[in-house]
C-alpha cells in the first residue's frame, strides 16, 4: 500500500513518496524524494485566492503586510535594483509582463522603459493598480491573455512563484508567450541555503498556505531548464525591506506586537540572510 504523501512531483515529474518533514501551522510540509522539492499539502479544491484580500495588505494575516500601501517607497526602492539587474542581464526595453504584481510598484519603475502589463490574483490590489492607469488583468495567468497581450520580452516573476498552484505549467505558458531570446526574473527563497536548513520549520519564508512550493537554485533550475529556459545570471541579493513588515511578522510569530515599530513602514531597513535568490533566464527554441 502507497503512503498518503505518494504523489507527482511538480519538477521532475516522478510519481514518488514525499517525506513529512514537519507541520506548521496545521499544514504538512513535505519532500520530494527525488530532486528534493518542498511542497505544502493542502486540502483538494483549496482556494488559493481566497488568500489575497484586503486583509493581506492592510494587516489583517499574520503572513500578510502590516500596510502595503505606506511601504510605496521602500519597495519602489528596491524595485529599481531589481530592475537594474534585469535590463543589465535581458531586454532593455519592449514589452514587460509582471505575474503576482499586488500593487504595482514595480510596473510603476518600470514603465519608463517597458510597456507594462500585470497580472494580479488579488481584486482588491488589481482594482488599486487601476488607480494609478496601470495595465493589469485581475486572475490567473491564462493562454488568452497572454496571446492578447504577447509576446513579451521579459516576465517578470518576484517572490511569486512559491504562491503558484502550478509552477511548471505557469513557466510552459510564458515560455510560449515570450518573443524569441525573450528573457524572465524570477526571485523566491532557497530552501537549500543555510539560513533555512537551520531554521526548520521556522524559517521565515515557510508560511504555509500561503507558500505551497520551497525552492532551491537546485530545484528551480532544473524546472526552468525542463521548459526551455537556461539561466544567464543568479545573485542573492541584499534587500531593503520595510521595518514595519518586519516588525509586524516577527510580532505575529513571538505573540508579541509592537504597533509603534510596525507603523514604520516608511523605513527601510537592509537585510541579506542569504537565503534568497533572484535568477534571470533566457528562453531557448526546444
Partial sequence: MRSCNYRECGI????TDHDLLYEKWGYPILRCRICGLGSTSVPDG??????????????????????????????RKEFRRALLQLRRNGPSEGRLLEIGCAYGFFLLEAQRYFKCTGIEISPFAAKYCHSRGLDVHCGIVNADLLLDRGPFDTVVMLDCIEHLANPAGTLKLLWEALSENGSLMISTGDWDSLHAQVMGKRWRLMTPPQHLFYFSYRTLTALLAKIGFRVTNCIRPWKVIPLGLAAYQLGNRLGYRIPFLESLSFLGVPLNLFDTIRVIAQKEEI
Fill in 12 to 15: 521532475c515529474g516522478t510519481w
Fill in 46 to 75: 483549496f482556494d488559493t485566492a481566497s488568500l489575497y484580500g484586503e486583509g493581506y495588505f492592510r494587516g489583517g494575516q499574520v503572513d500578510g503586510y502590516a500596510d502595503y500601501l505606506s511601504s510605496e517607497d521602500v519597495l
